[in-house]
Each structure stands twice: as C-alpha cells, then as structure tokens.
C-alpha cells in the first residue's frame, strides 16, 4: 500500500447500521472490488477481513470496529466497518469520532430499524455528512423507493436518490447511475443503455437530483433556470456541497453478497464525502490554555488521537489511532499530555482487519496503529513534546447491565483484578468497581450480551475464568428515633486487665448526612486520650448493622458518659466497649433497612408508552414527569434500584429492541416492612452460611 496520499486524497468513513444489515459484507465487497483482496469473503462461513475475533466468529456478527483501508481512483479510503449490535455502541462511537463522513446501511426489506435510529443519531451529534447505502436489495420485499421515502420521514431530512434498481429481490441485476444515465450490471459493472422500462422514471428521479444540485450553488441555479444544461462535474459539484452541508443525503443502493453497487459507492465516497483536508479541527494547547484550529498538513505540530485500543495476549496492547495534524512516524519519541509522559513509538502500522501492514509514518489525515505504549489509553491524545495538544475525547455512554464477578480458582484470583483492568482499557463502555459494602467486585456493560462477552473474553484471551450472578443490592441501616445504652467491658486476667464504659446516645439524621461524631464529656469521665478510640470503634461499629449487617448511615453518635480505671483501661478497651455499646443502642433506637433509589430516563416510541408505564408501576416506581417529541416519549421516574438491575434485557423485550435508558443514583429511602423482613432473613442466612464455611 503506498504511503503518500496527502490529506485530500483520503477519506475516513464509518460504516453505521442496524445489525445484520449487510455492513461487513459492504466492506468486503468494497475491498474486492478495489483490489485490496483477492477472493470474496462471507460472513456464515466466517472467512471475512473485517470479522476474525473468535466471538464474532462464533456469533456470525461484528463485536468490535475494524479499519479497512483500501485504494480507489487515486485516494485511500479507509472504511471503518462497525458492529451493529447497540451493545457494542462505544466501538461505533469511537470509529465516528475519527471519521468525516458516515455511510448508514439499510436493509431494502426491514427499512428503518432501531439500530438505525440510534446510529443516525449518532452521526448528528457529530454533525457528519453521510451517504446512504440501500442494501440487500435482492431479498425478498425490497423495495428501494419505499425505504427512500421511510428515511426522509422518520429523519425529517431530504434524500435525493443518485441510483434506481434494475430488478427487485430475485430479478435484482444492478444498478442505474442518475448522474451518466448508464446501467451498471452485475458485479462487473458492465455498461449498458438504461433499460426501456425504467426510462421514465429514471429521468424524473434525475430532474430530481439536478434541482438539488443545482440549488446548492447560486451559480448553478442561474444556468439552470435559463435552461441551460448542467455538466456531469457540476452536478457532483452540487451534490458534494448539499451533503457536505447537511443540506441532503444522498441514497445508493446494491447487494453486497452479489457485489452489486459496492464500485459504485467507492466512487460516491470520493465524490461526495469530505475528506481531513476539508474538515476544522480544534485542539486545546494545555501550556497556553488556548484553543488552536490544526492545519492539516505534515509541518504542522503532531496531533493524534487514540480512539481504540485492543488488548492482545502474545503482542500486548494495539493502539488504534489517527494523525490529525503533523506526521507520526516509526521509531520516534511522542509526548501524552494526560499522563505527562513520552511514548517511545516503535513500527507503525496500518491494519486490514488483523493484517498489520508495517509503514514508516502515518501522514496526517491517515489512521494506523503502533503496539506497545505503555501510559496511553483510548481518548487520549499524542503530540509533541515541545508543541503540546489535547484533541477532544470520545464520550461514552454509562453501563446500564452489570454482574458480580468472582474468579473460579486461586490461580484465577491473583491475575483477576489485573485482566479486568485491561479488558476496561480494551472497552471504555465497560466498568470495573469493587462494591465495599458487599464485598462484591461489579462488571458493568451496555447489555447481557456486552457483559457476556467479556466474561468469555477474560477466558479466551487471558485464560482467567470468572462466575457471575445478580449483584447484590448495597442496603445500608439507619435509625429513627433516639437510643441511649452502655456498653462495658471488664476483663480481669490476674495480672493487668481490661476495662472500658462508655454511654451513647444515638440520634437519627436526615438521609444523606452519613455519620457524625460528638462528645459531651465533663469532669474527665472518660479521658481525653480515650475518646479518639471511642470514635474509632463507632466508625468500625457503623460498617455493620444489627438488622442484617448492612452499613449504617444517616446517624449522630454522642459520647455524653463513662467511666475508666487508672491502671486497667486502654484503648482497644474502650474500643471493644464502644462496639457493645453501639449495639445495645442501635436495638433500641427503631433499626431499618435502607435501598439506594435511582433517577431513570427512558426514552421510548409513543406506541410503547403504556407498556413500559405498565411495567414501572410493577417495580415501585414513582414517575415523574412524561415529554414527548416526535414520536418519542420520554419518562422520567425514581426506581429502587433492586427492581431495575436486569432491567436493559427487559426494556428492550417490551420495546422491541427500541427503548433506551440511563439511571444514576439519587439517594437512599426506607424499604417498605413487607419487603425488609425477606432480605433481612435472606441476608443473616447468606452471613451463617459463610461463617460455617
């Protein structure tokens, strides 16, 4: 592959869909046809560029974003094929991040899907122009008009098709160019006359194309309106101008397994598409504190953006990254304004699927990859030393799915905290974190399937075996009135003993003050010097409550009282007396039994409403409030969080795949009595259980 295409000769596009629309057979086609490969991969039989992971392999579906670069009329373009599948939504993040343009695939037969929906949205937070490709054109109820039509309502956007299919479903033999007004058939394109029974409608989707064309360019419409024919190079003119400013998107459509349509849409990526030289690029000088707009070209200082990372057994880690300005090149030294440390970078490569491809540098508009950097994490960026530059990151979505997870033998415990700190390093969109008051160390992802997968990545690749199950709800104990007790301790051993007392009075706060500690000593009934044990004890005390050993929040503690001996007290005697005393108190002062409450959005299609509704009404919810916006209903609703922990596989069984959430923590509330009872018992059972151990 040569290596000295200048910014205007490369386009980064990202392939964006619903899945099993046909993405990874798109790319496959669309390197055939440009020579990159040989032979034509498919997907059942698990011998395609794009998907080599073993999971994909064995699930017949894209997990994660794989870089196709490919040569075409004189460009690079280098098609980052994304997986389809919303649980894998940070890979397709990451890949738009680092694009200028989106193709979004649609299948001919299942038309606008949830999938789609969500990419499309997607790419309108990056304000990306974007082709779409009408695939699967030769299935059963295709129907390209139709699904042009269902894409223009249900994104409120204007789709001005540059193709029409000749054929439907099995009768699909190619395709006919708007623009030259030439059928192109079969998978070699073979140029024929537009055939007769489609010469009218052809010419009227044409008329079509031109006025759009030439609307975008006040030049344009002046010849245009005096009648004047336009020329083929001016009609792309157009065209690019309209899909390069959001004005329109334009429509193609094939079938990538018959490989019709993907030479035409190579063609369409260069002509309509923006390449890196086109696009503004910001970045933030963290010595000056100034905002700099990049110049895209190989003297300006290096800017590159980290947006995957792969964690590899047997070569360590892959960093998968795009040079935005300057030239990185092998064997160099970069700097990471995040960690504050110099990157030694050694051969650069750029990939083809798992094919690595060596090259001596990564010129600026261009994506690679190097192995082996130590400090730098997806999202950061690498410049230069001397000229430092922070390129924005990629947000991800919070996990809504999450499983505990306990290694299976001791020889899996001693690498388990080190693997799944890799594994969150591969995937952003997942989270570790060890839950103290259960003990519990919390996988979290996008869905069951997310989360699932990397149990079998953590097997596969390190070869750390895990279980999971629910995790268990973090309940804390509060109080609700207030309690005094004593608590004493007197040993006496023959020689020197032991002896502690201490009187405390325990007052409830509001929820959300934690814990509080006061004395109302006088007269030195307990010491000075035994009083920091006392608080001590109280806040080892706390982390165990009597109803079910849960910690204890939301109380004042007072130590008003006591009494000590000048030869026998100590202070692990005041300690232990505090415990007891605590105790004591706790029993009197009206124990219960907190549950975290979460805030949730959902945001569902209107005809789902009343199902979901219905549904919260079953989990103790309290909605409230209800918006609704094209379509779209968006509830806001507090939910105890024991009712919503597999609540991502739910919500999309009563949406058809189509609802969407988010839910953080807003505080702790009383469990009702009918329920506290069955998790006290439930969790005194679990405690006896693990002491007979």
């Known amino acids: 592959m040569k ?74 373009l280098n098609v980052l094929d994304t997986p389809g599948y919303m649980d894998f939504v ?6 738009l991040r680092v694009c200028e343009g989106a193709i979004v695939v649609v299948d001919a037969a299942s038309g606008v899907e949830v999938g789609t929906e969500m990419v499309w949205s997607y790419a309108d937070e990056r304000n990306l122009p974007r082709l779409v490709f009408i695939n699967k054109m030769d299935r059963e109820n295709a129907d390209f008009l139709r699904v042009v039509n269902e894409i223009a309502e249900k994104f409120e956007v204007t789709v001005i098709p540059i193709q029409l299919p000749v054929g439907s479903q099995s009768s699909f033999t190619g395709v006919v160019d708007l623009l030259r007004m030439k059928a192109f058939i079969g998978p070699e394109a073979k140029e024929e006359d537009v055939p007769a029974e489609l010469a009218e409608l052809a010419e009227e989707y044409r008329i079509k194309m031109v006025e ?134 050694g051969q650069l490569f750029f990939l083809r699927g798992k094919e690595q491809i060596p090259t001596k540098q990564i010129n600026p508009g261009d994506i690679g990859a190097v192995a082996k950097l130590g400090a730098t994490v997806t999202g950061d960026t ?8 922070v390129l924005p990151g990629i947000k991800y979505p919070e996990p809504l799915f999450s499983v505990a997870v306990k290694p299976k033998t001791k020889a899996d415990l001693d690498k388990m905290s080190n693997v799944l700190a890799r594994l969150v390093e591969e995937d952003p969109t997942l989270q570790v974190r060890r839950e103290l ?82 004395e109302e000593i006088f007269g030195g009934a307990v010491p000075k010097q035994y009083i920091p044990a006392v608080e001590k004890g109280l806040k080892e005390a706390i982390q165990s409550g009597v109803l079910a050993g849960f910690p204890v929040v939301d109380i004042r503690a007072v130590l008003y009282d006591g009494s000590y001996h000048p030869v026998d007290s100590s202070e692990i005697a005041f300690k232990i007396a505090t415990h007891l005393g605590f105790k004591k108190a706790m029993e009197q002062a009206g124990p219960v039994l907190l549950e975290p409450i979460m805030n949730v959005t959902i945001t569902v299609p209107e005809q789902f409403m ?84």
């Open 382 to 389: 690498l410049c230069d030393k001397g000229h430092p530059l």
């Open 90 to 95: 940070g890979e397709v993040l990451g890949a």
């Open 212 to 345: 759009a064309a030439a609307e975008s360019d006040d030049e344009l419409i002046m010849k245009y309106l005096e009648g004047e024919e336009l020329t083929e190079e001016e009609i792309k003119g157009g065209l690019a101008f309209g899909v390069k400013n959001r004005k329109f998107v334009l429509a193609l459509c094939g079938a990538a397994t018959m490989d019709i349509g993907a030479r035409q849409l190579l063609d369409a990526i260069i002509d309509f598409l923006p390449s890196p030289a086109e696009a503004e690029v910001k970045a933030k000088n963290p010595a000056t504190g100034e905002e700099e707009v990049l110049e895209v070209h190989e003297g300006a200082p290096l800017a590159t953006l980290v947006f995957k990372t792969f964690a590899d057994p047997y070569v360590g880690k892959l960093t998968y990254l795009r040079v935005y300005s300057g030239v990185m090149a092998s064997d160099s030294r970069v700097f990471n304004p995040r960690s504050r440390e110099e990157e030694r970078i």
């Open 3 to 76: 290596n000295d295409y200048r910014p205007e000769q490369i386009r980064n596009v990202a392939l964006i869909a619903h899945g099993s629309a046909g993405k990874t057979s798109l790319s496959e086609a669309m390197l055939y046809d440009s020579g990159a490969i040989k032979r034509l991969g498919k997907v059942e039989e698990g011998n395609t560029v794009s998907d080599y992971d073993p999971e994909e392999l064995r699930r017949k579906m894209s997990v994660n974003t794989s870089v196709l670069p490919c040569e075409w009329n004189g460009h690079k």
């Open 610 to 693: 009343g199902d979901v509704l219905g549904d919260l009404n079953t989990k103790r919810a309290r909605v409230l409030g209800m918006d609704q916006k094209k379509g779209t209903a968006i509830i806001k609703a507090q939910v105890p969080l024991a009712e919503m922990q597999r609540y991502a596989t739910e919500l999309r069984s009563l949406t058809q795949g189509r609802g969407v959430f988010t839910m953080e923590f807003s505080h702790y509330e009383e469990v009702p009595a009918h329920l506290a009872q069955a998790i006290i018992e439930k969790a005194r059972k679990e405690k006896e259980a693990q002491e007979k151990k």
């Open 437 to 518: 008051s259960t003990g519990e160390t919390i996988l979290s992802g996008m869905g069951e399937s997310h989360v699932d997968i990397a149990v079998r990545k953590l097997q596969q690749k390190f070869g750390v075996s895990v279980e999971t199950s629910l995790p268990k709800v973090p309940y804390r104990e509060t109080i609700t009135k207030v309690a005094k007790a004593q608590g004493k301790y007197k040993k006496q051993t023959g020689g020197r003993g032991q002896y502690g007392d201490v009187w405390l009075r325990l007052e409830p706060l509001p929820r959300g003050s934690g814990f509080e500690f006061a």
